[in-house]
């Protein structure tokens, strides 16, 4: 397999990078989440060109926010790329100026594995250390270390 045929199939494709089972061994704790991408609900590019909204799309969170085609519009407050933060957009048209908020989500959601790190110590290359006894020594001290499987 060669570079260029990864990139296309996760960065382009978005495809979902495959880890091994248990790579963090029993210092992580592997889940699956719901996703959205980021998506501002219409064609950001022209939009910033124009001054004016581009290219919206009726199914998208902008959309029903109340963002149409021809306004004039100016981002407020927006982490572009965050499609989990509430962003605010002022917006000008035959109604005069107001402000509409809204999560910049795709509709769709997409499945993908999240790493929580596991309770119970500390943890080096996938290996639970934790303390054998009393006294003063460091946990996970090689005198104290001990294996946890």
Same mark, same amino acid.
């Given at each position: ?22 790579? =963090? ?37 902008? =959309?029903?926010? @109340?963002? &149409?085609? @021809?306004?004039? =519009? ?5 982490? =572009?790329?965050? %499609? ?7 917006? &000008? ?11 910049? %989500? ?12 596991? /309770? ?7 290996? &639970? ?6 006294? @003063?020594?460091?946990?996970? /001290? ?8």
């Amino acid at each position: 397999m060669n570079a260029g045929s990864e990139i296309e199939r996760f960065v382009v494709q978005g495809e979902t990078i495959q880890l091994r089972p248990l790579i =963090w061994g029993v210092c992580a704790l592997e889940s699956a989440v719901d996703v959205k991408q980021f998506d501002v609900g219409f064609d950001l590019e022209e939009s910033r060109k124009t001054g004016t909204i581009r290219g919206i799309r009726e199914n998208s969170s902008a =959309w029903q926010a @109340g963002v &149409r085609d @021809g306004q004039q =519009w100016a981002p407020m407050d927006i982490i =572009w790329g965050d %499609a989990g933060y509430l962003a605010e957009f002022e917006i &000008r048209d035959g109604r005069g100026k107001r402000r509409v908020t809204y999560y910049p %989500a795709s509709p769709q959601s997409a499945r993908a594995p999240q790493y929580a790190p596991a /309770s119970g110590g500390l943890c080096v290359a996938g290996t &639970r250390l934790s303390s054998a006894g009393a006294g @003063g020594s460091h946990p996970g /001290s090689p005198d104290t270390a001990s294996r946890k499987d």
